[in-house]
């Protein structure tokens, strides 16, 4: 069995490249990284730490790569023949790599291939749904047409923290013991493949909010209000008792969401989030707040990780006052060379907080949400 996996980095790598592996497939990882993808097929294995109270060395094999860059062709014919086709690359990489992806697709049609499913592994709502829109719009009338007899794309909700890392050996990653990989299989075509570790589900939006308003929301919270801090890393940021409470309530807010929207058990779901806090405060993951809360204008979306629960919240007369605090720390992170930050500081300077507030949030000024975020703004400045 052949699985093509876009994106050798350490989640390509460390989670579902290894996954895969164990599930019986052989790996051909699709990536522009020269050094990473030589070594790859020099070697055909490489080695993922999991750590936990005891690290853990893991031999993943029957790996190999294809430069993107250099070999389209051959990144096609691995298309063609892949039982199973992976992404974890990125929600900005999925369009870039649409063209070659409807090029394989056009080849299986030609060739009168069984379908295959693509399974987009990334840190956003309804990344499979993104791919297959681009990967449509580059095909001809009759390809298009034909799309949904060889192709699925059933969306995905993955969960696995992989610190910034550096290696001597640039195959090797480190991840964290606890993963979780949810398919929404209604959304499958033809075979379904039998993965360990890989949850199949008919309804996956409960799944992918949770992740989102839990796993994320707090993740970026901890990172924008550690910053302000002047903390260096997640850890130590958790580790302030005040930084801790704003989260443990923040998260608090959006399990209210939660519930009432999915019917997730309280008590199932108050435990959930002390696991995602003691996973925040591994001491083995030395994750810098400036990694995690990179790239501000995304996380501060209308319907991303801060502001989407706030606004649900308001829509059900709840006051989101620990959310707002995390959404006014974003509005001040100003690391060096984090480009959104600096968009977001020259807004505000030449524009004012309440242009910017309506510009990255869609928060109007007259909204309950607005004065809170701004209450807490004029606080933290």
């Keep these: 069995m052949l699985a093509v996996h876009f994106g050798a980095g350490n989640i390509g790598r460390g989670f579902i490249g290894k996954l895969l592996s164990q599930a019986g497939y052989e790996v051909c990882f699709v990536d522009i990284n020269e050094t990473v993808i030589d070594e790859l097929n020099k070697r055909n294995r490489y080695t993922v730490e999991i750590l936990g109270e005891e690290s853990e060395q893991i031999t993943v094999d029957g790996v190999r790569g294809i430069n993107s860059q250099k070999n389209p062709e051959a990144v096609v014919d691995a298309i063609a023949e892949a039982d199973l086709i992976t992404t974890a690359v990125g929600p900005t990489v999925l369009k870039l790599i649409s063209s070659v992806i409807k090029e394989g697709i056009a080849?299986?049609?030609?060739?009168?291939?069984?379908?295959?499913?693509?399974?987009?592994?990334?840190?956003?709502?309804?990344?499979?749904?993104?791919?297959?829109?681009a990967v449509a719009e580059k095909m001809n009338e009759a390809e298009r047409e034909s799309l949904n007899e060889y192709a699925g794309f059933p969306d995905a909700a993955v969960d696995r923290i992989v610190p910034n890392q550096s290696h001597e050996d640039p195959l090797k990653v480190a991840v964290e013991p606890f993963y979780e990989w949810v398919v929404d299989q209604t959304m499958m075509i033809g075979h379904v493949p039998d993965i360990a570790g890989l949850t199949y589900v008919n309804d996956l939006a409960p799944y992918i909010e949770r992740k989102l308003f839990t796993v994320n929301t707090g993740h970026a919270i901890t990172a924008y209000l550690g910053y302000q801090a002047g903390t260096n890393t997640i850890k130590e940021a958790l580790e302030d008792k005040g930084i801790y409470s704003d989260v443990k309530k923040a998260l608090e807010e959006t399990g209210e969401l939660l519930q009432q929207k999915h019917g997730f058990e309280s008590?199932?779901?108050?435990?959930?989030?002390?696991?995602?806090?003691?996973?925040?405060?591994?001491?083995?993951?030395?994750?810098?707040?400036?990694?995690?809360?990179?790239?501000?204008?995304?996380?501060?979306?209308?319907?991303?990780?801060?502001?989407?629960?706030?606004?649900?919240?308001?829509?059900?007369?709840?006051?989101?006052?620990?959310?707002?605090?995390?959404?006014?720390?974003?509005?001040?992170?100003?690391?060096?060379?984090?480009?959104?930050?600096?968009?977001?500081?020259?807004?505000?300077?030449?524009?004012?907080?309440?242009?910017?507030?309506?510009?990255?949030?869609?928060?109007?000024?007259?909204?309950?949400?607005?004065?809170?975020?701004?209450?807490?703004?004029?606080?933290?400045?």
Excluded: W
Aim: aromatic share 6%; net charge neutral.
């Design 267 to 381: 008590s199932k779901h108050d435990a959930y989030i002390t696991k995602i806090l003691s996973r925040f405060l591994n001491p083995h993951l030395v994750d810098e707040v400036t990694r995690v809360g990179r790239a501000p204008i995304r996380k501060l979306g209308p319907n991303d990780r801060l502001v989407g629960p706030a606004r649900q919240l308001v829509e059900l007369n709840k006051e989101p006052t620990y959310l707002a605090k995390g959404i006014a720390a974003a509005l001040l992170f100003d690391p060096q060379n984090d480009e959104e930050a600096a968009t977001i500081q020259n807004k505000i300077k030449e524009d004012g907080i309440t242009n910017a507030i309506t510009s990255f949030t869609e928060i109007q000024e007259g909204d309950q949400l607005f004065q809170i975020i701004m209450k807490h703004f004029e606080e933290m400045k």
């Design 107 to 133: 080849k299986r049609m030609v060739a009168g291939k069984d379908p295959v499913n693509f399974i987009a592994c990334e840190n956003m709502i309804g990344g499979s749904s993104l791919l297959k829109d």
